[in-house]
């Protein structure tokens, strides 16, 4: 199995990671259950799936929905004082307004992968055949899509820092 150290990482590290989630290329019910038994949190936001990266939809159900950047922010803060030691990651779906050429990437995706057993690519060298091969197929498609992804992410995360900064304010007092 290839397993990503940020896997291992995130289930003994206290930090909280917010995400597009995981790439259909991956085995995303088995990375989430890696998550799982290292004890990481996996919640998605305002969803009851976990997202998968360029669509908003997985198929794996989470056992944690957030609603709200305040949500977040009382998840993060429980994982703190509980001191569980591990991660936690928050999925955010792709925005809606990029959902249709998150689509389109996906039947990408599904190609260059057909296309990569064929090819007998495995390995550490199946990923970046993989994006290579994505990235010719959406005629660059998939940079702009990982452009606003990362923009969202961002967006979010700052919300979440402003709701945890905010409670901990509040608690201060």
Request: aromatic content about 4%; hydrophobic content about 40%.
């Amino acid at each position: 199995m290839d397993i990503s150290s940020d896997l291992t990482e995130l289930g003994r590290t206290p930090v909280a990671v917010v995400s597009a989630g995981i790439k259909s290329i991956l085995d995303i019910p088995r990375t989430l259950e890696y998550l799982e038994t290292h004890g990481v949190c996996v919640a998605a936001y305002k969803t009851n799936e976990f997202p998968a990266f360029f669509t908003e939809t997985s198929g794996s159900k989470v056992p944690c929905r957030v609603d709200s950047p305040e949500d977040c922010a009382r998840l993060i803060d429980v994982n703190m004082k509980l001191k569980l030691g591990s991660g936690l990651v928050i999925g955010v779906p792709i925005p809606r307004e990029h959902a249709a050429s998150g689509r389109v990437i996906e039947s990408a995706i599904q190609s260059a992968l057909r296309e990569a057993r064929e090819k007998n690519i495995t390995g550490n060298a199946e990923t970046p055949f993989l994006l290579a091969r994505v990235n010719e197929l959406t005629g660059g498609l998939s940079l702009a899509s990982n452009i606003a992804l990362v923009k969202n992410n961002a967006l979010i995360g700052a919300k979440i820092s402003v709701a945890l900064a905010q409670l901990r304010q509040q608690e201060s007092n």
